[in-house]
Each structure stands twice: as structure tokens, then as C-alpha cells.
């Protein structure tokens, strides 16, 4: 029904006089933005709620001591940071595949679709295994500090359920957002958040278990996300969309892992940029203080992106639905309308970190040092979370759109090419530190980055991107008539 209106709006008004365009634009914006927050909104909830579990594991280390705060935040930023990251991305597939054939109206498409993820992200994962194994010598390798790596690296393994739970969570979640059903996503985030302060409480506080039970807590919640979703889809709550397991699954993985594998390298490339960051601080003098502030300063960045993250999904299921439904200025529309919204929450955000740039460091230390560092690090934080409140809109245009591997290759120039030596020289070579790694890191790679997608996004022919949806939801789905014949 969201998708006939939005053609009816992209069609119908296109020969219409451009003083009543004018005139509807008001009610055009309108309802793409209630379209557009019937994602945002529940996706805002349940990314919060999922990145808070890791903040209040963060939080509960933090106040056991800083070398505890440091090897958690090693553990959750790095490690799990790295394997999240290419898990997340390539996940991110589904978001092209099922939301273009949820537009198509291929709604059987989606189930074998998921499927076919879970397959082949369990084997990926099964692959990433060893970085848990060996977090300890490879963060030593790495020239992070040796109580740090070695505790890191035990916390690390205790992890290794949260791993594996990335491989059924991720899809589930996108699998449900590609057809709209997304307050199912907020309310079983909700009851994992509350079970996971729960056993947060129990570990840490009643039976004492000190890091390690602080660790492992969070093994638990994830996989009330995984169980929770999986339980709705396969019980009735996705009737035209989940048609029970199917062998179909299995064919046509080649062609799934190629795209999983675009999407993967996009998102991840981003996503390690940041983790590079905390390693080459590591690096620093006195690096136990700079990487406890800096993963401070990069936890409130998360917690934040979450909401850009949740415009990411939100533009991409939006561009896919309307590329697949043959709309391509209603996909321009809602790009438009996603940007914008983005922006303004970005602002918001940024004006807050201004504001109360010596107070938010308490939430996780009460380290006098920590807490200067946090202090000299805030601004920077405030303009990373604007420029972040633009550049993940335009990567979920970009995924909507299966632009995947063009933006790879984008990303890899951004960040690792202009990025990663700027933040090398200004740390080392002016001896700025971690803020000028930080600035470096954050105006050549971002920013370049926000720049050329904008370019992009600017730049393109919609209407020649909406045939190319249709084309490709065509082939995808002739494949699988044919894989369904005796």
C-alpha cells in the first residue's frame, strides 16, 4: 500500500504544472516523511537499544578500573568492532535484494533470500573465528600495551556466542525491514535490553564475577534478539514472505556471496576506519588514558550514529521499494527527504555534545585524567557526529540503489589512501596526538567521502537506476521459478 502511493505520487503529479507541484510539495513531504519514520523510528529503538548493551557492558568495566575499561573497550571496539562491521555489511545485501523485490511485489523472493544470508554469514563467521582465538598476540602484534592485550584477549573469547549470534541477527532484521514490519524489530529489542541490565546486575554486582561476567552478559541478550525475531517470522507473522526453509537456499550462492562480499567491503571499510583510530592510539605515550578517552569519545559516537544508522536502513528500504516498484523520482524523493531529516537530528546533536562537553565522560569514569582527555576530545566528537549525521543516508541510498562495490572502492580511497596517512602525519609527524590522528582521520576521509557520495547521488538518473531494479528483480526471479521446476 506505501509503495502505490508513492507511485501514484511520482507518476500521476509528474505532467502537473510546476506552481501545483509547488503547492503539493508541502503534502509530499508529508507523507514521505511518515513513510519514512515508519522505519526510522522503530529502527532508531532498536539500534539504540541493541548499541546500549554494549555501552552499559562498557559501563559496568569502566567502573571496576581503567585497565578493565581499556581491554573492554579494546574488546568491543576492535574485535568485535572488525567482525561486526563485515558482518553488518554484508547482511546489508538483503537490504538491496529484499526491499527491490518487496517493491516488485516478489514476495516469496524474500524468505530464500534470507536464507541464503544466514548461510552465508554462518560460514563467515566460522572463517573470523581465529580473531577471536588470538585477539591477545595479534593486539600485541599490533603494539597495543601487554596487560591490555592479554586481558583484551581474554574477554574476547567470552564473546565468541555474541559472533555467532551476527549471522542469524543481522539478516532477520533486514529481512523484516524490507516489507515495513518493523515494531516487532523495537519490541523484542526492548526485552533484550531488559534482561540484559538484568544479568548485568546478577554478574557483576551479586555474584561478582568481575569482567569476565561482564563479558559474557552480553551473549545473552543478543541472542534473545536472534531467538525473539526468528520466533515471529517463522510463526505466522510473515505469511506472504517466509514460506518455511527451502532448498532453494542453497542454489544461486555464488551470485549472493558476490553482492554479500560488495556490501560487506563498503560498510566494513567504514566501519574499521574507526577502529584503526583507537589502534593507532594505542600507540601513543601513555596510551591507556588517550585509548580509554578516545573509546569514551567513540562509544558516545556510536551510540549516536544509531540513529543516522537507522537512516541508513530506512533510505535504503525506502530507494529499494521504489526502484523496484519502476519509481525512480519517487526513490529521488525519499533521498531528499532522508538527507534533510537527517541533518536537522545531526544539528541537534551537535549543538548537545558542545553543551555538555565536560560532563558526558562521568557516564563510564570517574578518572581525573580520562575525563580531561574526554573534555579536549568533545569537540571533534561534536563534528564527527554531524558529518556522520549525512554520510550514512547517502551509503543507504547507495545500498538501496546496489551501488555496493562502486562505493568500495570510494571508501577504500577516502578513508586508506587520503584518511589514514593524514591522521599518521598530523599525529606523528606535528606530534598532535590522538587529536590530530583524530582530525586527520574525520576531514580526509569523511569528509572527502560525504562529498563524492553527495556528487553521486546528485548526479544520477534515476528513472535509467528504477529499469535497472526491474531488470535485475526479473532475472533474480525467473532463477528462481526455474529452481523450483522438477
Known amino acids: 500500500?506505501?509503495?502505490?502511493?508513492?507511485?501514484?505520487?511520482?507518476?500521476?503529479?509528474?505532467?502537473?504544472?510546476?506552481?501545483?507541484?509547488?503547492?503539493?510539495?508541502?503534502?509530499?513531504?508529508?507523507?514521505?516523511?511518515?513513510?519514512?519514520?515508519?522505519?526510522?523510528?522503530?529502527?532508531?529503538?532498536?539500534?539504540?537499544?541493541?548499541?546500549?548493551?554494549?555501552?552499559?557492558?562498557?559501563?559496568?568495566?569502566?567502573?571496576?578500573?581503567?585497565?578493565?575499561?581499556?581491554?573492554?573497550?579494546?574488546?568491543?571496539?576492535?574485535?568485535?568492532?572488525?567482525?561486526?562491521?563485515?558482518?553488518?555489511g554484508m547482511a546489508s545485501a538483503l537490504e538491496t535484494l529484499c526491499g527491490q523485490a518487496f517493491g516488485a511485489k516478489k514476495y516469496h523472493l524474500l524468505g530464500v533470500y534470507m536464507q541464503r544470508s544466514w548461510i552465508v554469514l554462518s560460514l563467515c563467521c566460522v572463517l573470523l573465528l581465529p580473531l577471536y582465538l588470538f585477539a591477545a598476540p595479534v593486539l600485541k602484534l599490533l603494539g597495543q600495551p601487554t596487560d591490555v592485550a592479554e586481558l583484551s584477549g581474554i574477554v574476547t573469547m567470552w564473546m565468541i556466542p555474541l559472533h555467532f549470534s551476527f549471522a542469524f541477527q543481522f539478516p532477520l532484521q533486514r529481512f523484516l525491514q524490507s516489507q515495513l514490519k518493523t515494531a516487532v524489530i523495537a519490541w523484542v529489542s526492548l526485552v533484550a535490553l531488559i534482561v540484559h541490565v538484568i544479568i548485568c546486575w546478577l554478574f557483576v554486582y551479586k555474584f561478582q564475577l568481575g569482567v569476565i561476567g561482564t563479558a559474557a552478559t552480553i551473549n545473552f541478550s543478543w541472542w534473545v534478539l536472534v531467538f525473539g525475531l526468528l520466533g515471529y517470522t517463522v510463526c505466522g507473522g510473515c505469511p506472504l514472505t517466509w514460506t518455511g526453509f527451502s532448498m532453494e537456499a542453497f542454489s544461486g550462492l555464488w551470485e549472493f556471496v558476490k553482492l554479500s562480499a560488495a556490501s560487506g567491503v563498503m560498510l566494513c571499510l567504514e566501519n574499521w576506519y574507526y577502529r584503526i583510530l583507537i589502534l593507532m592510539t594505542g600507540n601513543l605515550k601513555n596510551a591507556e588514558i588517550a585509548v580509554d578517552a578516545l573509546s569514551i569519545c567513540m562509544t558516545i559516537n556510536g551510540w549516536e550514529l544509531m540513529i543516522p544508522l537507522a537512516f541508513f536502513a530506512a533510505a535504503g528500504v525506502r530507494v529499494a521499494n521504489e526502484l523496484g516498484a519502476g519509481n525512480g523520482k519517487g526513490a529521488k524523493f525519499a533521498t531528499k527527504v532522508a538527507v534533510l531529516t537527517s541533518i536537522i537530528i545531526g544539528l541537534f546533536f551537535w549543538v548537545l555534545i558542545m553543551l555538555l562537553h565536560n560532563q558526558f565522560g562521568y557516564i563510564f569514569s570517574t578518572s581525573k585524567p580520562v575525563l580531561e582527555a574526554v573534555n579536549q576530545l568533545s569537540l571533534l566528537l561534536a563534528f564527527t557526529i554531524l558529518l556522520n549525521s549525512v554520510q550514512p543516508v547517502l551509503s543507504g541510498v547507495a545500498v538501496g540503489s546496489g551501488w555496493q562495490s562502486y562505493v568500495a572502492y570510494i571508501n577504500l580511497g577516502c578513508y586508506y589512501i587520503i584518511g589514514v596517512p593524514l591522521g599518521f602525519l598530523m599525529g606523528w609527524v606535528f606530534n598532535l596526538g590522538v587529536m590530530g590522528i583524530w582530525a586527520g582521520m574525520i576531514f580526509g576521509g569523511t569528509a572527502t567521502q560525504t562529498l563524492i557520495l553527495g556528487w553521486i547521488t546528485m548526479k544520477c538518473d534515476w528513472d535509467k537506476e528504477a529499469e535497472k531494479a526491474k531488470i535485475h528483480v526479473r532475472e533474480w526471479g525467473e532463477e528462481s521459478k526455474q529452481e523450483r521446476l522438477p
Do not use: C
Open 1 to 88: 500500500m506505501a509503495s502505490k502511493e508513492v507511485t501514484t505520487l511520482g507518476e500521476a503529479k509528474v505532467p502537473l504544472l510546476d506552481v501545483q507541484e509547488e503547492q503539493d510539495l508541502g503534502r509530499r513531504v508529508w507523507i514521505e516523511s511518515k513513510k519514512l519514520w515508519h522505519i526510522v523510528g522503530p529502527a532508531i529503538f532498536s539500534r539504540v537499544a541493541s548499541y546500549s548493551m554494549l555501552v552499559i557492558t562498557q559501563a559496568f568495566a569502566g567502573h571496576l578500573g581503567d585497565l578493565e575499561l581499556a581491554a573492554i573497550s579494546i574488546a568491543n571496539n576492535v574485535v568485535v568492532g572488525f567482525d561486526f562491521g563485515l558482518l553488518l
